[in-house]
Nanobody, 116 residues
């Protein structure tokens, strides 16, 4: 079965960096686009970044452009989110997602907290 396991979250000061990882299994990873979403307390889940199956196309939410970078390693079945210049408003639970045969699969999420 499809499994997505996020890691790399934590507490960081404003201006700091974190790299999130999402390890995938149970499907042919290299055939599917992957996304990172986030959900802050009291807010709806929002798309942060997307990467195509081959990794040659990406797009980002306006709020993270120039600060976050999504990448993938198809040999390791892993997608990454490098987050730089973090702001308090980046505080959220971050989820990776894929869509296979019209069904969405989500990881369990990893908490990112940006605070002094």
């Amino acid at each position: 079965q499809v499994q997505l396991v996020e890691s790399g979250g934590g507490l960081v000061q404003p201006g700091g960096s974190l790299r999130l990882s999402c390890a995938a299994s149970g499907f042919t990873f290299s055939r599917y686009g992957m996304s990172w979403y986030r959900q802050a307390p009291g807010k709806e889940r929002e798309l942060v970044a997307f990467i195509s199956s081959a990794g040659d196309s990406t797009n980002y939410a306006d709020s993270v452009k120039g600060r976050f970078t999504i990448s993938r390693d198809n040999a390791k079945n892993t997608v990454y989110l490098q987050m730089n210049s973090l702001k308090p408003e980046d505080t959220a639970v971050y989820y990776c997602k894929t869509v296979s045969f019209g069904r969405a699969f989500w990881g369990q999420g990893t908490q990112v907290s940006v605070s002094l």
